[in-house]
């Protein structure tokens, strides 16, 4: 009888080396299912759009050229307005500083009203004609960009992607703290050199900063023409803003 | 998910929690496939000695077999039961030439060397079971002892910085909720087993006392004669 309790008592070792094994085997696939599944904060990228500049789709596309900015002017100037649109500031009397007739003066507001509503829907028809012909265009980009012109566009591409990867790494522990970076870019889209032409003197808010830049390094594409870039940003607890 | 396995940064009390769950989880775990094996087995071999038992006619016959159930703990049962009653035969043929009956007797001993096994057996059966309890009602607790310690670590950490972002704050409570997580996934299936295995238990001490009772039976009406 001992003998047999012996014999079913050694199984132990047995399945204790086995639970062991399971463990460590559920703890290999949670790291491999780790390394097959990245964080999802570098894959997920918010993309901001602004509706009433259209966006760059590709920052190599580049500035659009003076003229092309006076259409964008054009079609914003012609486009209606959201919000509550003030009527036309009714012409007062020619002269005589006669009192008009009530039912004169009926009518006239009848006829402006009218000559109102006309014009706000040609206004809006325009408006919706220069949206179609921009997106019916093929071409990326603002209107009439080459894509030969590198700057501002790409600054605020830059600042876009620097302000998103902020927004994920920022801490501080002074009151308000704010640096001023200047980077450095070259073609290929890598950032050669960050100097800190003013220092926060908050060791976090800094480190957060150097994290969002390079959390941001690897969204970012090559400057246009793949020039080498130079931009100032400045950092604060709000946000990033060009400089 | 990020650096969900990573464990840089863990204080050192929050770690010993983590090693100590770890602990309760493998042991706990090799306890669970230990006694689904043996119990399994002790179910198959005993239906497949009960057949045996009622096929087969002679005691010794049976005894001489029994080895191939080693397992079942009716076997165990017969062994002790039929070891203590050829005693008695043996004694009972001494005090025949001395002219002294104790049938009754008898009877007795062998019901209490079956009690006797039966007891073993269930302890035998029941053996480390109690560590799957301890697991399963502990467990949550020590997770949850190394989640308080670890909030209370980054509160700290906030007063000494100042800031109270969410980027402060966040990864020392993820941090702090990884143990209680830890202690649940060592506790539940430690709960779970150790109920099923409870069921499993009361099911063969039934089958235990039904034997004794049928031994008991074979022995009173073919052997003693009564």
């Known amino acids: 009888m001992h003998a047999l309790h012996r014999r079913s008592d050694t199984w132990l070792g047995v399945t204790l080396l086995l639970s062991a094994t399971v463990h460590v085997a559920a703890f290999v696939c949670m790291l491999w299912l780790q390394q097959l599944n990245p964080a999802l904060d570098q894959l997920q990228t918010t993309y901001y759009v602004d509706v009433v500049n259209l966006p760059v789709v590709a920052p190599q596309a580049g500035n659009p050229l003076p003229e092309a900015n006076a259409t964008v002017e054009e079609a914003v100037a012609t486009a209606p307005q959201a919000g509550p649109q003030k009527p036309p500031a009714t012409p007062l009397p020619a002269s005589g500083g006669g009192k008009v007739p009530p039912s004169e003066d009926h009518g006239f507001q009848e006829r402006m009203a009218k000559l109102t509503a006309k014009a706000a829907e040609q206004r809006q028809a325009a408006a919706l004609e220069s949206l179609r012909a921009k997106i019916s265009g093929g071409k990326t980009g603002m ?63 800094e480190s957060a900063v150097q994290r969002a830049i390079t959390l941001a390094e690897q969204r970012i594409v090559p400057p246009p023409g793949r020039t080498t870039y130079e931009g100032t940003f400045v950092f604060k607890p709000q946000g990033v803003t060009q400089q | 998910m990020t650096d969900m396995l990573s464990l840089a940064g863990t204080g050192p009390v929050v770690l010993a929690v983590f090693v100590i769950l770890i602990f309760f989880s493998v042991v706990s775990w090799a306890i669970i496939f230990f006694k689904l094996f043996q119990i399994h087995k002790a179910n198959s071999e005993s239906v497949r000695f009960m057949d045996f038992f009622w096929k087969t006619k002679r005691f010794d016959t049976i005894a001489a077999q029994a080895d191939r159930f080693a397992s079942s703990p009716l076997v165990m049962l017969f062994n002790e039961g039929y070891s203590e009653l050829k005693q008695v035969m ?59 310690w670890g909030i209370m670590v980054a509160f700290e950490g906030i007063g000494r910085t100042g800031s109270a972002s969410l980027a402060v704050v966040a990864p020392g409570i993820s941090e702090a909720l990884r143990a209680t997580a830890i202690g649940l996934i060592a506790a539940i299936p430690a709960v779970m087993a150790y109920n099923h295995f409870q069921h499993k238990i009361r099911v063969l001490v039934k089958e235990m006392d039904s034997f004794s009772t049928e031994f008991l039976n074979i022995v009173q009406r073919n052997i003693t004669g009564k």
Do not use: C, M, W
């Not at chain 1, 002074?174 to 926060?200: K, Q």
């Not at chain 2, 009972?92 to 007891?119: F, P």
């Open chain 1, 143 to 205: 209107p009439g960009a080459t894509g030969s012109q590198s700057g501002s566009d790409y600054t605020a591409y830059l600042h876009s992607r620097l302000k998103d990867a902020f927004r994920e790494t920022i801490s501080y522990q002074s009151a308000a703290p704010f640096a001023v970076v200047r980077l450095t870019i070259d073609g290929d889209g890598r950032i050669l050199l960050t100097r800190f032409e003013r220092s926060s003197g908050d060791k976090l808010f």
């Open chain 2, 90 to 148: 043996d004694g009972d043929a001494k005090q025949e030439q001395a002219g002294v009956s104790t049938d009754l007797g008898d009877i007795e001993n062998v019901s209490r060397a079956l009690r006797r096994a039966t007891n073993q057996e269930i302890n035998r059966l029941e053996k480390y079971t109690t560590f799957l309890a301890t697991t399963g009602s502990a467990s949550p607790f020590i997770g949850l002892f190394g989640t308080v």
